[in-house]
């Protein structure tokens, strides 16, 4: 079992920045290919980032492009996700996941594909 605990939200003005952290606990983790999802209240789930276990390669959705980046540190079991020039239509609880297959240039987009999740951070950017 692959545990995932998320920190790092919080209230910020639209404008600022935010970095979400993702520490990964109870068996090896850097074989997980990792990703950062979000949910508005009403809205699906949809994903946001995610990064191959071998930290080469990143994908992100249209919506978040250019502001948004994840990161891994194998070493210390942990996931960033650092998210600038935020929004109020950022606004969501994130979590972060792990997918047990190992693929070292797909980057899984669909939640369904991720076998762990951690409970979320709440993210909320006043106007």
């Known amino acids: 079992q692959l545990q995932l605990v998320e920190s790092g939200g919080g209230l910020v003005q639209a404008g600022g920045s935010l970095r979400l952290s993702c520490e990964a606990s109870?068996?090896?983790?850097?074989?997980?290919?990792m990703g950062w999802f979000r949910q508005a209240p009403g809205k699906e789930r949809e994903f946001v980032a995610g990064?191959?276990?071998?930290?080469?390669?990143?994908d992100y959705a249209d919506s978040v492009k250019g502001r948004f980046t994840i990161s891994r540190d194998n070493a210390k079991n942990m996931v960033y996700l650092q998210m600038n020039s935020l929004k109020p239509e950022d606004t969501a609880v994130y979590s972060c996941a792990a997918r047990l297959t190992n693929s070292y240039n797909y980057v899984a987009m669909k939640s369904y594909e991720y076998d762990y999740w951690g409970q979320g951070t709440q993210v909320t950017v006043s106007s």
């Open positions: 990064i191959c276990s071998s930290a080469g390669t990143t």
């Open positions: 109870g068996r090896s983790f850097s074989r997980n290919n």
